[in-house]
Antibody
């Protein structure tokens, strides 16, 4: 049975960094890209980027370039998202999600499994 | 401001049908596939529709998807109180080189 289990809630001071983990089980971790999506309380979904667990290659949303780092540890089937220089605007629930992507007369990107979410609160 | 445009809210009575629209452009919906997600309060999003109109295993056929040009539609028939949730459309944007989502639509089953 496939699971994505994320680390627990975090409270950080402005200017600090946070690192959220996402442990995968039930499938071959290196066969699927892992994405990170965040949701500010009361707002919609916002894509942050993705990592190829096999190659370590990453693609980040322009908004987070320079502030986000996505990594993985294949020995424990875990993906990580680190966000630096936190402000109150970064208070949100952060989700990892497994990508199913392909190309056939257009790009097909969708997320078939999601982690439970990690609440990151930025407050002094 | 989301790249994809959805109505903020829709409502209908139990047993009725509702549709949720998702409008984009040629750089996203117009040339790529659309997916839809259901998010119940306090939970992670759940995949409902992928590749415009395909349902994952376990999703009832009360849920359907369609696409025409740069717009997509999610349809839900036989509404149940358990369908009350936020619904999001998503796709790839070839100009932004990013996954983009709609702002979400809150479904109320009256």
């Amino acid at each position: 049975q496939l699971h994505l289990v994320q680390s627990g809630a975090e409270v950080k001071n402005p200017g600090a960094s946070v690192k959220v983990s996402c442990k995968a089980s039930g499938y071959s971790f290196t066969d699927y890209y892992m994405h990170w999506v965040r949701q500010v309380p009361g707002q919609g979904l916002e894509w942050m980027g993705r990592i190829n667990p096999n190659s370590r290659g990453t693609n980040y949303a322009q908004k987070f370039q320079g502030r986000v780092t996505m990594t993985r540890d294949t020995s424990i089937n875990t993906a990580y998202m680190e966000l630096s220089r936190l402000t109150s605007d970064d208070t949100a629930v952060y989700f990892c999600a497994r990508e199913r992507g392909s190309y056939s007369n257009g790009w097909s990107y969708y997320f078939d499994f999601w982690g439970q979410g990690t609440l990151v609160t930025v407050s002094s | 401001q989301s790249v994809l445009t959805q109505p903020p809210s829709v409502s209908a009575a139990p047993g009725q049908k509702v549709t949720i629209s998702c409008s984009g452009s040629t750089s996203n919906i117009g040339n790529n596939y659309v997916s839809w997600y259901q998010q119940l309060p306090g939970t992670a999003p759940k995949l409902l529709i992928y590749d415009n109109n395909k349902r994952p295993s376990g999703i009832p056929d009360r849920f359907s998807g369609s696409k025409s040009g740069a717009s997509a539609t999610l349809g839900i028939t036989g509404l149940q109180t358990g369908d009350e949730a936020d619904y999001y459309c998503g796709t790839w944007d070839s100009s932004l080189i990013a996954v983009v989502f709609g702002g979400g639509t809150k479904l109320t089953v009256l």
